[in-house]
């Protein structure tokens, strides 16, 4: 069992930047691809972000590419997500996902464990 709590949340214009943290109990983290999901009000739940069980690949989809980076400190049992030059479109609640696989996959139904989430607003 895996227990996933994300923080970091909150609102920031339009150019600015948010670090997401995704904290996990449990001692097997690193057995555990990280995801990083987020839904807008009448969207579906949308992949921004994966990386692998130790960090050596990351995976993005073309509309956060470049802005927003995915990383872990297994030592930590966190991984975040930082985000920069946001657009009021990033406007979403954020969940952090874990996967006991070695590979970030962008289906949000391959995920094992979610968290509650964590809303970012991105005003104009």
């Known amino acids: 069992q895996v227990q996933l709590v994300e923080s970091g949340g909150g609102l920031v214009q339009a150019g600015g930047s948010l670090r997401l943290s995704c904290a996990a109990s449990?001692?097997?983290?690193?057995?555990?691809?990280m995801g990083w999901f987020r839904q807008a009000p009448g969207k579906e739940r949308e992949f921004v972000a994966g990386i692998t069980r130790i960090g050596a690949s990351r995976n993005y989809p073309d509309s956060v590419k470049g802005r927003f980076t995915i990383s872990r400190d297994n030592a930590k049992n966190t991984v975040y997500l930082q985000m920069n030059s946001l657009k009021p479109e990033d406007t979403a609640v954020y969940y952090c996902a874990a996967v006991r696989s070695y590979y970030a996959s962008s289906t949000s139904s391959a995920y094992d464990y979610w968290g509650q989430g964590t809303q970012v607003t991105v005003s104009s």
């Open positions: 449990g001692r097997t983290f690193s057995s555990y691809a």
